[in-house]
């Protein structure tokens, strides 16, 4: 049962070229996924709901999206939620949930 503790798995289009920073340490590549559910209302309109997950890959993963990664790709992606917090300009202390990649796969033609 660990290994479904804070795993998350989605399958979506990317939102935005990825952003890649080359440093030191290695490389990170940081991008928008979206991903969209159907359902019917109790009206019996379908309806189709968009959500939008912050992604984070770092190193060998980051070099494959800086490869063949780009805006509307559609990919898989497994990783686990991460948050982390920083003061904006205004001193207000603002937090961010991304999903950290720990396998990303190219899906689709192209």
Same mark, same amino acid.
């Given at each position: ?27 990170? !590549? ?8 159907? $359902?019917?209302? #109790?009206? *019996?309109? =379908?309806?189709?709901? %968009? /959500? ?22 559609e990919? !898989?992606?497994e ?6 917090? $920083?003061?904006? #300009?205004? *001193?207000? =202390?603002?937090?961010? %949930? /991304? ?12």
């Open positions: 049962m660990n290994t479904m503790k804070n795993r998350v798995q989605l399958i979506g289009h990317v939102g935005n070229d990825p952003e890649v920073k080359t440093f030191e340490g290695g490389k990170v !590549a940081n991008l928008t996924l979206a991903t969209n559910d159907n $359902y019917t209302n #109790k009206k *019996g309109e =379908k309806v189709e709901q %968009t /959500e939008w997950h912050r992604v984070v890959a770092w190193d060998s993963n980051a070099d494959i999206i800086e490869k063949f990664v780009t805006k509307g790709k990919i !898989a992606i990783g686990k939620l991460s948050t982390r917090s $920083y003061d904006d #300009k205004e *001193g207000n =202390k603002r937090y961010i %949930t /991304e999903v950290v990649v720990s396998d990303v796969m190219v899906l689709g033609k192209n």
